[in-house]
């Protein structure tokens, strides 16, 4: 009896265990995202254990933007963060997004530097213009030359990404860069020229995140944890801004006092933001932003469907 006994409690034990294992495989998300520092929450909630708590496992893999849709596609990444126009992008390009949360709009964490001898934008035409292609700053900086009177046809792009951007200019290569903190800080700090911000575009570069329609179907107690979770991030933020900057700043190599200072240039969306944004202004500025996208050739043809791309149901 007491073999037969210690049998079935250790099958017992190794159906729980392998149990355990699935359910712990079921609830793993990868996000990618980049350093940007309207994302750091998500980090915050990771380090600690809001998204644990929350009955899911979080990893974060930091790569370009015009790989992350790649990525997704091919079942590497189950979420992805970036702003609505790249989102736009990738709909285009055949890979479905449907945005389920509002992370971030910049509010002056983007910039258009350029040398001294640039006195405005008009002067840009037939510079030579550092830009990651694929991304925000390639849409960005289209729409400022749009609403200037230019076209992105009317300078020279060169492809880098925001942090080699920034780097370049820093070192005196190219007429100007289009770049986002942390690396618009190390501009600053080199007293580069900044001709334009995103404060003076408000509301244009917003950052959403982002999973496939089959994904959220399959999966919705897991998209709303990971929803969940970003509000209570925010809220540990309120708590103890000294410790969450601190743990924030870490991921992006950066001190917790030039955090503080990028953070300044970025508004965090709470539920109540996300609610308001989702249902009332999305459907409007994702429509403006197609259509800049599509004149600017950014995208060759317009995504299947708008409305698809936004689900509100998990800020509610």
């Keep these: 009896m007491r073999k037969t006994s210690w049998m079935a409690g250790a099958l017992a034990a190794a159906v729980a265990g392998l149990c355990a294992v699935s359910a712990s495989a079921q609830t793993k998300v990868t996000v990618a995202m980049s350093g940007w520092t309207g994302f750091a929450p998500i980090t915050l909630a990771k380090e600690t ?4 708590k929350n009955g899911i496992e979080v990893e974060i893999k930091k790569m370009p933007t015009s790989n992350r849709h790649q990525a997704m596609a091919a079942g590497e990444v189950q979420a992805i963060t970036t702003t609505v126009d790249t989102h736009l992008l990738y709909a285009s390009s055949g890979v479905d997004v449907t945005q389920v949360l509002v ?3 910049s509010h002056g964490g983007d910039g258009i530097v350029v040398r001294d001898a640039i006195g405005g934008l008009a002067d840009l035409k037939g510079k030579q213009v550092a830009v990651q292609y694929g991304g925000v700053p390639q849409f960005w900086l289209a729409y400022v030359l749009k609403k200037n009177g230019l076209s992105i046809g009317d300078v020279q792009t060169v492809n880098l990404q925001p942090s080699d951007a920034a780097n370049a200019f820093v070192a005196g290569q190219f007429d100007a860069a289009v770049t986002y903190e942390p690396y618009l800080s190390k501009v600053r700090e080199a007293k580069g020229k900044i001709i334009v911000t995103s404060d003076q575009t408000p509301g244009v570069i917003i950052d959403t995140l982002a999973f496939q329609p ?10 709303k944890a990971f929803v969940d979770s970003w509000f209570e991030a925010l809220d540990e933020i309120k708590k103890d801004e000294k410790k969450a900057f601190e743990i924030m700043a870490r991921d992006v190599n950066q001190t917790p006092e030039q955090f503080a200072t990028s ?3 970025v508004l965090w969306y709470d ?3 996300n609610i308001e944004y989702l249902t009332k ?10 259509d800049v996208m599509l004149e600017a050739k950014l995208i060759r043809k317009a995504p299947p469907s708008l409305d698809s791309m936004t689900d509100a149901s998990f800020v509610k």
């Design 263 to 265: 953070a300044k240039t």
């Design 214 to 223: 089959d994904y959220i179907q399959k999966n919705p107690k897991v998209v």
């Design 49 to 52: 254990g809001i998204f644990k």
């Design 281 to 290: 202004t999305m459907p409007t500025f994702i429509k403006e932003v197609q």
């Design 103 to 105: 992370l971030d709009s």
């Design 271 to 273: 539920k109540a933001g």
